[in-house]
């Protein structure tokens, strides 16, 4: 199946931690950009949730995911909007209930994205309990349990060691049932997708190292479970006609990093988390590696790119950019739309040439 393709919403500002950093990310312009990359042809738009501002510090302003998500829903056409929750934040039935609700403003429009946090001073800020990491994903795959009962039982019986629940009622249900994702590299964060989740979400990496972690977590899904699975990517594209004009334009990234903030997000990553064991203040100039995915170059590199991330299992490529709408319809128009005419599907406005 050809790869799909999705954005970000930026709800912390710009995506990059630089010290002339966007600190004022405004509702309106995300749906903006969502009715447009709806327009371009992407398959997804990515509404991070974060109570403090995960990017440029917890003084910074941060809009909630569900809201935006809800406007992204209500503006666009074809866009499936997948929206991260942190279990401990909101109860269980409580997601349920609003990703159903969102469902049913465009069948087919809402995903999950389940994540188990890592930032502890969030976690306590609004209210929730830091708890070791495997703990953490314990109480994400019953939060997930919930959900999914909600979504598709007619009661729900369940009794675990965070969440119950006694004939719990939803209605209505989402028809279909949203895809879930599952963000994380640890193992119990495959086992979690394997059993069940429809994507696994990864960080930025080499290729190899990417085949390595696709392979391992479909076939979990495959042998263990007897479910596909898939994989989605987190990328950060700049796309120029050159790929020395690409390069040059990180390098000024690089130039314009801000190396307090950097500095203070290395300090709090929590160490259990797998990909915060790998990154360089180089790689965390972008909070997901994303830099690390190799979608730097001119058209032609980056789909090289792109076919060898395939070859290595991955299914989805969300794509960040900065400035977030005009760089997003650079990389559709000559990333994607040369990308689906390749493998000769419709490429509609993604493929279209710029005025």
Not at 267 to 273: E, S
Not at 321 to 335: C, H, Q
């Amino acid at each position: 199946m050809p790869l799909q393709f999705g954005s970000w919403a930026p709800v912390c500002g710009g995506w990059l931690r630089t010290r002339d950093a966007d600190l004022k990310p405004q509702p309106g312009r995300l749906v903006h950009l969502a009715r447009e990359v709806d327009a371009l042809g992407y398959d997804f738009l990515y509404v991070p949730e974060h109570y403090l501002n995960a990017l440029h510090g917890p003084r910074a302003p941060v809009l909630d995911a569900w809201v935006v998500s809800a406007a992204c829903v209500a503006a666009t056409e074809r866009l499936r909007v997948i929206t991260a929750v942190q279990p401990g934040f909101k109860a269980p039935g409580v997601v349920a209930k609003m990703g159903a609700t969102l469902a049913q403003l465009r069948p087919g429009a809402f995903g999950l994205s389940l994540l188990a946090g890592w930032w502890r001073l969030e976690v306590e800020n609004y209210g929730d309990v830091w708890l070791p990491h495997a703990e953490r994903y314990a109480r994400a795959a019953e939060y997930l349990d919930v959900i999914h009962g909600l979504w598709t039982l007619p009661e729900l019986d369940y009794a675990g060691k965070y969440y119950g629940a006694t004939r719990a009622l939803l209605e209505p249900k989402p028809d279909p049932l949203p895809p879930v994702f599952i963000a994380g590299e640890s193992e119990r964060a495959i086992e979690l997708a394997a059993r069940s989740g429809d994507y696994l979400f990864i960080n930025g990496g080499e290729p190899a190292h990417i085949a390595q972690l696709t392979r391992r977590a479909k076939r979990l899904a495959s042998e263990r479970y007897g479910r596909t699975l898939r994989v989605a990517l987190s990328a950060f594209g700049v796309v120029r006609k050159t790929s020395d004009d690409a390069r040059r334009v990180v390098a000024e990234f690089h130039e314009r990093a801000n190396h307090e903030t950097i500095a203070y997000f290395r300090q709090h990553m929590d160490g259990a988390v797998v990909a915060h064991n790998r990154p360089s203040e180089s790689s965390t100039l972008e909070a997901n590696l994303g830099l690390d995915a190799g979608l730097v170059g001119d058209s032609a590199t980056i789909l090289t790119r792109l076919a060898a991330l395939e070859a290595a299992g991955v299914d989805a490529v969300m794509v960040k950019t900065e400035p977030a709408l005009d760089e997003a319809t650079r990389f559709a128009r000559e990333v994607i739309g040369p990308y689906r005419a390749q493998h000769g599907l419709t490429t509609g406005a993604a493929g279209e040439e710029p005025a």
